[in-house]
């Protein structure tokens, strides 16, 4: 596989636990219904006739990120990304952290709206679970991932930080880095 020679173990390891989580549907490939899944089960928690702005920023924003992110891994232009066009496409796009900050960011930005109940402009521990679980992540392990993303120990995790787990998570080889655990044990 040539993504080997451009992504470390670690890489490859977050990786293929976010495809698994991406594959709602478990039939071996990221579609555009997955995205939509995934919107839609966030959604159901806090707004489930969507009616909201925020319901739809969500909604948008994860279709934006098959659009800009994914649909450029599909290589051979089939609608869908097998595991391994997904890890040669992000290979691929890992040019700097940034680029992957910038590309999730309206996602993050658009959740944070929909879950912050309290209306402080960050997510609390049970805002941020809400959000993990319909990206299929188990309940006990979003506590842990909540305990590890909070960097300043204030109890919440703002768009700030969340954008910095992002951009670990996708491009940081670093085992230490706390982004790696964004997406739960992998």
């Known amino acids: 596989m040539t993504t080997a020679v451009r992504l470390t173990e670690l890489q ?13 549907d478990g039939n071996g490939f990221i579609e555009r219904s997955d995205l939509e899944e995934i919107a839609r089960n966030l959604c159901a928690t ?4 969507m009616r909201s702005a925020a319901a739809h920023k969500v909604y948008s924003a994860y279709l934006n990120t098959w659009e800009q992110v994914m649909v450029p891994m599909d290589i051979n232009s089939d609608g869908k990304i097998s595991r391994d066009e997904f890890m040669t496409g992000t290979a691929q796009q890992t040019k700097t952290p940034e680029d992957y900050g910038r590309a999730f960011r309206p ?7 929909l879950c912050d109940r309290d209306g402080d402009g960050a997510l609390n521990a049970e805002e941020f679970t809400s959000w993990l679980r319909a990206c299929r992540v188990a309940s006990g392990d979003a506590d842990m991932v909540f305990a590890k993303l909070d960097r300043d120990g204030d109890g919440t995790l703002t768009v700030d930080e969340l954008t910095m787990a992002f951009q670990e998570y996708w491009t940081s080889s670093d085992p230490d880095a706390r982004g790696n655990w964004l997406f739960g044990p992998f």
């Open 12 to 24: 490859q390891r977050k990786l293929n636990r976010r495809f698994e989580l991406f594959d709602t």
């Open 46 to 49: 806090y707004d489930p006739d």
């Open 107 to 113: 996602i993050i930005e658009a959740v944070t709206e």
